[in-house]
């Protein structure tokens, strides 16, 4: 509650200052054309959340936008953050700033992680763009594009709902047709309706598998929106059943949810309406009611028994007159007579509002719960008896998303890191390098490895390293690094993923940035910064070195053993080529060999000293994020 009256105050002391600012929203360096959207979280039992990211899809305005030709920020779209509010995945540059419905992961195709959403159609007078149903592999690349096939006006936004094994997937159906209104005592007359249905579509090919519509299936008389004295309508009609979910059980049904209907319909593969829960002409035995419902999801089910979730907008009538939206599990028995249909669990909002729109419950794997609220990204995640474990909403009051979801899911991006470094200093001794990384999409990074080279196709110096804590992360070094380039490391130290070389950007003129001295400062070979600086004595025998000197000096820096290792390595690479004699002969005669020892050795070194650890604050170089 106290939580609740916190929200209240923030959106309340938000209202004014949300129109002239950005605050709500997160910028980052790398990625400078986007602006994510920020959550405000509270968990009341943090070890009890069940594992997973979140998806969700903000969207400003629900119909499509007309077009403006001024720059906007990337911000609607499909985003993936994790549990603690930190962005993983914005997809919002990648279609274009338009908005995404159904946003969701999609682990139930080949063991691998996937993506689905619906992108909503385009807003064009020709109506080419109608809208699609898309699957993106754990790569975010494009595995199937499902378009509208035959005469539906758009994709409809409510559902994409891909099936096991992703051959097929379900949407919903509007379609405009004419009917004479008898159902309603008026068979003299008759009126445009938006019939509702569900589409079975082959994700490959947009066929469709398997097409059922309300039209003739259920009368107007049906609608709780439409009145026995409700003028007739022109085209395209009353949106007198308002489907807005479809799913699919394991023996072949279908479950459709008509909003306008109050009703859940279990339809046979056949077509024939089976039953109807709720609504005018429930066929249960009920202790309780809903109504304009959404979201309504097989848990289980096998034909005769089912579980069933629906996001529920109303409150239960039997227990008391509360107007608050739930999220209710119904048990449902059609073995019985008559058929019986009870409450399983229930779950009210926690924050005591109402969803008047859209929102969905999630049953997850370890019987647990999340919830999209919608309005304002409000989302819950609740224990199996219900308890609330966390609750979150964007910081914008500006957006909203459609449904919210809760998945494990694994992204590996191809598209390398970004990075960003830039030099700064106001004389040659403090010239500092400051990077900003990120991997937008990438799961599983645990820290970053910093690289830096005397040019661009030179030999990479690692120069440091630091965990990842946030999307972006920051990390300063010493020194004016000119060639960078970054590793991003997983827990096991593997290596997930390898920018590009970038240079390090410059201020456009040194000394109106404050740079003191007379000439431009000159880039560091970063393999003399960084090998060399933490003994400066070692300098001198390495110049010996340089001079062919073969000597392998114990009481240096470098481990007696790793300096044999690495002779015995460069002996094994000439093994190859004929022998010992060989290795003799080219070593006295050319030198080049010694000199890759050489070059080992101070790698070696180089590794020696970049492994800090970094907390060690006071050394270079120093992390922070
Ligand atoms: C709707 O009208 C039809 C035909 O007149 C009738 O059979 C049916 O019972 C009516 N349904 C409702 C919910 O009143
Ligand atoms: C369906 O599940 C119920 C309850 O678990 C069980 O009693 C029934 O036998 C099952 N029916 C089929 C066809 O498997
Ligand atoms: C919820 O549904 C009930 C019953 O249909 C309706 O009277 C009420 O207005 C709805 N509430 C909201 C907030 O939409
Ligand atoms: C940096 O690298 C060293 C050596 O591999 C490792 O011990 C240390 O944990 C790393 N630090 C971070 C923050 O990854």
């Known amino acids: 509650m106290l939580f609740s009256a916190f929200l209240l105050s923030l959106a309340f ?13 997160m910028s980052f360096v790398t990625l400078p054309k986007l602006r994510a959207l920020k959550f405000d979280i509270a968990y009341h ?97 494009q595995q199937y594009k499902v378009g509208v096939v035959n005469d539906l006006s758009a994709f409809n936004m409510h559902e994409f709902n891909v099936l096991d094994g992703g051959k097929s997937a379900l949407a919903c159906l509007y379609k405009s047709q004419n009917t004479d209104l008898s159902a309603l005592g008026r068979p003299e007359e008759d009126s445009w309706i938006v019939a509702g249905g569900l589409l079975e579509l082959d994700t490959k090919t947009g066929e469709i598998l398997f097409e059922w ?92 028994h089912h579980l069933i979730s629906i996001m529920n907008n109303a409150s239960d009538e039997g227990e008391n007159e509360e ?28 924050d005591g509002g109402l969803t008047r729109l859209r929102g969905n419950v999630q049953a997850l794997p370890n019987g647990n719960t999340f919830v999209g609220w919608s309005e304002r990204g409000y989302q819950s995640e609740h224990d199996p008896d219900g308890k609330l474990l966390m609750e979150a909403k964007f910081a914008s009051t500006r957006f909203s998303s459609y449904r919210s979801y809760k998945y494990p899911f694994t992204g590996r991006p191809k598209t390398p890191p970004d990075v960003v470094s830039s030099v700064y200093g106001t004389d040659e001794t403090d010239l500092t390098t400051i990077f900003h990384v990120s991997w937008n999409g990438a799961t599983d990074i645990a820290s970053w490895k910093f690289y830096a080279r005397s040019a661009d ?83 001198e025998k390495e110049e010996d070195m340089e001079d062919m000197d073969m000597e392998m000096d114990t009481d240096s820096q470098v481990d007696p053993e790793e300096a044999a290792k690495a002779v015995v390595k460069a ?31 101070r790698r070696r070194r180089a590794r020696a000293y970049y492994e800090v650890p970094s907390d060690e604050a006071e050394r270079q170089p120093m992390a922070s994020t």
């Open 213 to 304: 519509s309300s039209f003739n299936n259920v009368l107007v008389n049906e609608s709780v929106k439409v009145h026995t004295d409700s003028p007739a309508s022109g085209h395209p009609g009353w949106d007198y059943i308002h489907v807005n979910s479809a799913d699919k059980n394991s023996v072949g049904d279908y479950l459709l949810s008509g909003r306008f209907a109050s009703t859940v319909y279990y339809i046979s593969k056949e077509g024939e309406i089976v039953w109807r829960l709720g609504g005018k002409l429930s066929d249960f035995d009920m202790d309780f009611t809903f109504s304009k419902q959404h979201h309504a999801r097989f848990v289980e089910s096998n034909g005769t």
């Open 457 to 539: 196709d030179g030999v990479p110096v690692p120069i440091g390293n630091t965990t990842k804590t946030d999307f972006e992360t920051m990390y300063i070094a010493g020194g004016y690094l000119n060639w960078v380039s970054v590793e991003a490391v997983d827990k096991d130290g593997n290596v997930l993923g390898t920018s590009e070389v970038h240079q390090t950007q410059t201020p456009s003129n040194w000394r109106l940035a404050g740079f003191q001295s007379e000439s431009q400062p000159q880039p560091d070979n970063p393999s003399i910064t960084y090998s060399t600086k933490e003994e400066e004595e070692e300098e």
């Open 571 to 601: 002996y094994e690479m000439v093994r190859g080529v004929g022998g010992f004699l060989i290795f003799l002969l080219v070593a006295c005669s050319l030198g080049g060999l010694l000199a890759g020892i050489y070059y080992h050795l």
């Open 323 to 350: 107007d608050v939206s739930s999220a209710l599990y119904v048990q449902i028995d059609t073995t019985a007579s008559p058929m019986t249909a009870t409450v399983a669990k229930r779950i009210n909002r926690p």
């Open 13 to 25: 002391g938000r209202v004014f200052a949300e129109a002239d600012n950005d605050d709500d929203l």
């Open 45 to 141: 039992d943090r070890e009890a959340v069940a594992p997973g990211y979140w998806f969700v899809a903000p969207y400003g305005i629900i119909d499509p936008e007309v077009p403006t030709k001024q720059w906007k920020p990337c911000q609607v779209g499909p985003y993936i953050y994790d549990a603690d509010g930190i962005l993983v995945w914005a997809g919002s540059c990648m279609f274009d700033n338009r908005n995404v419905f159904d946003f969701k992961a999609a682990n139930n195709i080949d063991g691998e992680s996937h993506l689905s959403f619906i992108l909503q159609r385009q807003y064009q007078d020709d109506g080419t763009d109608k809208g699609y149903g898309y699957v993106l592999d754990q790569h975010y690349e």
